[in-house]
Structures are given as structure tokens and as C-alpha cells.
């Protein structure tokens, strides 16, 4: 193993030396304003690179990143994130995104210990808890964490709309939308959970539908 980071570092010139060969401007444009519209909340695992999988450049996407993408109402880390890209940036597009094979929601599904991560994980525990009519009926343990994964994205959606600061945005007439992705890191692809929640009146109707989905694409 390198010893520094010098790789890294080398990395980074050659890049930013292309991208200023390809757009002289660009550095200047972001030390001048963020204007992202969006804002990612995804899982920490180094597999799922935001910006990348989606095309966008630095400048365009808002991301706060945690193990199991998981939105708790006292984690105040996600919370000002989220406050930040709501009141402050007034970003269009919330996008709460998991992972096929996710190891976090692996270890809550098999009630593997970790360490002080499980703590943390007690969430995911909660979901599959919650579903466990959904989780039972998968024929293997490979189609329950498959389910688990989504499953946990569609309650963490809910659990963003239901912050204080969404629900008051809501309520002032702001317009923004709270999606539902989950990303396979098999084929690169993105899924849609046809969650895509508007407004507070709209939870129920979408978390119902996105949960059905799941349970009728069981194998």
C-alpha cells in the first residue's frame, strides 16, 4: 500500500488541468456561486459516486452521504444539510438513492454485529421490522436484501418529507419534489421506486404505491 498520496495528487492536477483546457471559465464560475439543483442523499459506499453515475459536474448536485442513506430527525448533520439545500439553495429535486447490495442494510437484515455502526443500523432493523410480511415472503435471503435495500430508501423519502423544514417549505409554497432511486452497482444502472412526493398531502398515496411495487416484484 502507497504510503502518501501522492497518486492523488497527481490525479487532481491532470483534472483540473482538463477541465480547464475544455472550459477556461470553469473554476471561476464555481468560486462565484452554487446554484445546484439538487440535493443527493446517498450511502457512503465508495461504489456509488454520486455526480459521476449521473452526468453532472462539480457545482450541480447538493450531497450528503452516510452508511445506508439513512434521514433520522436527530442526526443534525443530515438534518442542516438538508435545511441548508431547502431554505438556502432552493434546490428542486430531493433525491434519496440506495444501492442494491448495500452492506449496511445486509448486517441490520442478518443481524450481523459491527461494532458502534450498530447503533446506527438499529434504523434499517426498524424497516425491516416494519415490512416483515414483505421481507418473509422473498424466497432467499439474496431477493430479502434486495427487497430490505428498497424498502429503506422508500422510508427514508418519508422521513425527509416529514422533516419540520420540507413540511414548512411545503406549506410556504415552495416547489420542490423528494424522489425515490436506487442505483445497481452490477449494471451502473439507476431504478425509479416511483416515489415522487410534491407535496404533504401526497405521502401516503406515493409511500403506498412505492411499497406495493416492491412487494408485487418479488421473485
Not at 452554487?34 to 453515475?53: F, K, T
Not at 415490512?131 to 430508501?153: F, K, R, T, Y
Not at 451502473?188 to 401526497?202: K, M, N, P, W
Request: with cysteine; net charge negative; aromatic share 6%.
Amino acid at each position: 500500500m502507497d504510503d502518501d498520496l501522492t497518486q492523488l495528487l497527481a490525479n487532481n492536477r491532470a483534472w483540473a488541468a482538463a477541465m480547464t483546457a475544455n472550459d477556461p471559465e470553469f473554476f471561476q464560475r464555481l468560486v462565484n456561486r452554487q446554484r445546484p439543483a439538487y440535493l443527493w442523499i446517498g450511502c457512503s459506499d465508495s461504489r456509488v459516486p454520486s455526480s459521476q453515475l449521473v452526468g453532472l459536474l462539480p457545482g450541480d448536485m447538493f450531497v450528503h452521504r452516510n452508511v445506508a442513506n439513512v434521514v433520522v430527525h436527530s442526526d443534525l448533520n443530515c438534518l442542516s444539510v438538508l435545511h441548508y439545500a431547502v431554505v438556502v439553495l432552493k434546490v428542486r429535486h430531493i433525491i434519496v438513492c440506495g444501492h442494491y447490495g448495500c452492506s449496511g442494510v445486509h448486517a441490520a437484515l442478518s443481524n450481523t454485529s459491527i461494532g458502534l455502526v450498530d447503533n446506527w443500523l438499529r434504523h434499517v432493523q426498524d424497516v425491516r421490522n416494519k415490512h416483515a410480511a414483505i421481507i418473509d415472503a422473498c424466497p432467499s435471503e439474496a431477493a430479502q436484501l434486495h427487497a430490505l435495500c428498497a424498502l429503506n430508501v422508500i422510508e427514508q423519502v418519508v422521513n425527509v418529507c416529514q422533516t419540520t423544514m420540507v413540511q414548512r417549505a411545503w406549506m410556504q409554497g415552495q416547489m420542490f419534489a423528494v424522489h425515490g432511486l436506487i442505483y445497481d452497482i452490477a449494471d451502473g444502472l439507476l431504478e425509479d421506486l416511483s416515489l415522487q412526493v410534491t407535496s404533504s398531502d401526497a405521502i401516503a398515496d406515493q409511500y403506498e404505491r412505492a411499497v406495493a411495487q416492491v412487494a408485487a416484484t418479488l421473485p
